[in-house]
């Protein structure tokens, strides 16, 4: 009996998802925090960056931000994004719209998960839905 | 020792499992499922297609009257597909880009008793589709795709005049947590 249950316990702890996530947890926080990062249409042309995860910039870079208007008038913008790095890389993506005021009049807040080969191009089109929304704010993870 | 043992033992049995806590819906750390699709997968899938949906040229010009036909969910998985499609409606209802014909029965016993000369909106366009899945596997990894699927329909002419297609697909051995 008394040796059962040391063999007992082992297996418990084998089992235990718990224990399993507690490591996960000392993992992330040894790692730096994959940080959302940001870049924002201006309104005289061009585009705003803040970066919050220098990673990214090793990997993911941002190309040009275009701004046009759908026939029905309403906005309308392509981020092209590169894989700048040598590896695989899967970016995370979603975007918001602001108004001319900066307030935030609609949004994409689920990540669209874009894999990107190295060296490969992709573009994010978002169109808004609402006539006030002027500028866009995309949302970018690096994972 | 027998007792420390067994005391041991107790608080290992208590100590194990993850408690409940809640999570962003639109955040990382939700499960995704090989066998099933998630409910980020209709987020994903119905955010994209709405953005398409909005560029094309049917959308250039006023609200549009939009009836809702029949969505065929033709995988293994039992949901209902209103997961997929108020991903949709919702954005454009709120923002009075379409006008949404209600299809219940009494939305539709009203229309018929105002009779054929009131004001009473008949729907120009009708979006329709279907969720299809495939899996495939390699030894242990599984992969499973699920394909969606909507066409918009023009009820004047009855040409489809959108049309979109997404493939959401998941590989691995086991459910996960993340991305």
């Given at each position: 009996?008394?040796?059962?249950?040391?063999?007992?316990?082992?297996?418990?702890?084998?089992?235990?998802?718990t224990i399993l996530e507690t490591g996960d947890r000392i993992e992330r926080g040894l790692t730096p925090p994959d940080?959302?990062?940001?870049?924002?249409?201006?309104?005289?042309?061009?585009?705003?960056?803040?970066?919050?995860?220098?990673?990214?910039?090793n990997k993911i870079e941002l190309l040009a931000a275009r701004k046009s208007k759908t026939d029905a008038g309403y906005s309308r913008v392509q981020f092209d994004l590169r894989n700048g790095s040598y590896l695989r890389q899967t970016i995370n993506v979603s975007f918001e719209w602001l108004a001319?005021?900066?307030?935030?009049?609609?949004?994409?807040?689920?990540?669209?998960?874009?894999?990107?080969?190295?060296?490969?191009?992709?573009?994010?089109?978002?169109?808004?839905?609402?006539?006030?929304?002027?500028?866009?704010?995309?949302?970018?993870?690096?994972? | 020792m027998n007792k420390l043992s067994l005391l041991a033992c107790a608080v290992l049995i208590v100590g194990c499992g993850t408690p409940a806590t809640y999570k962003d819906p639109n955040g990382r750390d939700l499960v995704v499922s090989l066998d099933k699709v998630n409910i980020q997968d209709f987020?994903?899938?119905?955010s994209q297609m709405l953005q398409s949906m909005v560029s094309s040229p049917s959308f250039s010009k006023g609200a549009p009257v939009l009836q809702l036909g029949m969505i065929t969910n033709d995988t293994a998985d039992n949901f209902d597909t209103s997961l997929l499609l108020s991903k949709i409606t919702v954005p454009l209802v709120n923002s009075g880009r379409v006008t949404l014909l209600d299809a219940d029965a009494v939305a539709a016993a009203a229309r018929a008793a105002s009779g054929s000369n009131a004001n009473v909106p008949h729907a120009e366009y009708v979006l329709k589709g279907k969720i299809l899945e495939d899996r495939s596997n390699a030894g242990s990894t599984r992969q499973n795709s699920f394909v969606f699927q909507l066409t918009l329909v023009e009820v004047k002419r009855g040409v489809a005049v959108w049309q979109e297609e997404k493939l959401v697909t998941k590989q691995g051995t086991q459910n996960a947590i993340g991305f």
């Open positions: 009996m008394n040796k059962i249950l040391p063999v007992l316990s082992l297996g418990l702890l084998a089992g235990c998802t940080a959302v990062n940001y870049a924002t249409t201006k309104p005289e042309g061009g585009f705003s960056t803040q970066l919050n995860d220098n990673r990214i910039g001319a005021d900066g307030s935030v009049v609609e949004s994409q807040p689920n990540w669209i998960v874009t894999p990107l080969e190295p060296g490969a191009l992709t573009t994010v089109t978002a169109t808004a839905l609402k006539t006030q929304s002027a500028e866009c704010r995309l949302r970018l993870i690096s994972r | 987020a994903t899938a119905g």
